[in-house]
């Protein structure tokens, strides 16, 4: 019976995923969430207080885990470099190629969460407070990290650049096709390999470059 109940339960937050991240929070209804997993709609009122806390469980399954990994790359990093800094390629790799990894080991599990953040983190009225609540200790952690290896930058600068880093990563979970449209195919938004290989060199430059005050 326990083994059911759980299974139920993450149909209804793998269907919740999939809809939040196509339509959002408010163009989705439980009865609608219910329905795509294939589930009573008395059920989500079961497992989960409201909607609202339908969502923010959808939110924290992934999330401890995408940070958790995260912080365990940059604490990597950092051992390695006993006697000085880290590089600030080496950081920004850490805190983006976990996240590609597990979007090329299992796209299936992953893309719609992905989406998710990215969809949340554009949105004016969720984007200030929502990723405050899950991502901030972490990126806290990482801006910690990157000050180390450089000293001299500003403050501005350095968030600045986290901003733009933030940008560029949430669009990349977006996979909306726009670079295999603007490249005739050269590109794919689904490459994540490539994407992989190439995201942390050109943030790393970015924060470098804004850090020597143009």
């Known amino acids: 019976m326990a083994k059911q109940k759980q299974a139920t339960r993450d149909r209804i ?4 995923e999939k809809l939040f991240a196509q339509k959002g929070f408010e163009g989705v209804s439980v009865r609608q969430i219910m329905s ?3 589930a009573d709609v008395s059920l989500a009122y079961y497992h989960f207080k409201s909607k609202r806390d339908l969502f923010d469980q959808v939110m924290l399954r992934r999330v401890e885990y995408l940070n958790e990994i995260r912080l365990q790359a940059i604490t990597e990093v950092e051992e390695r470099h006993s006697d000085d800094a880290p590089t600030v390629e080496e950081i ?3 805190f983006t190629q976990p996240l590609m990894q597990l979007l090329a080991d299992d796209h299936d599990k992953w893309s719609h969460y992905y989406q998710l953040i990215a969809q949340i983190n554009n949105s004016p009225d969720q984007g200030g407070v929502l990723m405050s609540r899950y991502f901030d200790p972490l990126v806290s952690r990482f801006i910690e990290a990157l ?5 001299d930058c500003d403050d501005a600068d350095l968030y600045w650049s986290y901003h733009f880093l933030s940008g560029a990563l949430t669009l ?3 996979e909306t096709g726009r670079i295999d449209n603007l490249s005739g195919g050269v ?3 689904r490459d994540i390999a490539a994407i992989n290989e190439r995201m942390h060199v050109f943030l790393a430059a970015g924060f470098e470059k804004l850090c020597e005050k143009y």
Request: charged share 20%.
């Open 187 to 189: 590109c794919s938004s």
């Open 147 to 151: 000050r180390k290896a450089l000293p």
């Open 92 to 94: 920004i790799g850490a």
């Open 13 to 16: 937050l793998d269907a919740a």
């Open 36 to 38: 795509a997993a294939d």
């Open 172 to 174: 990349t979970f977006a």
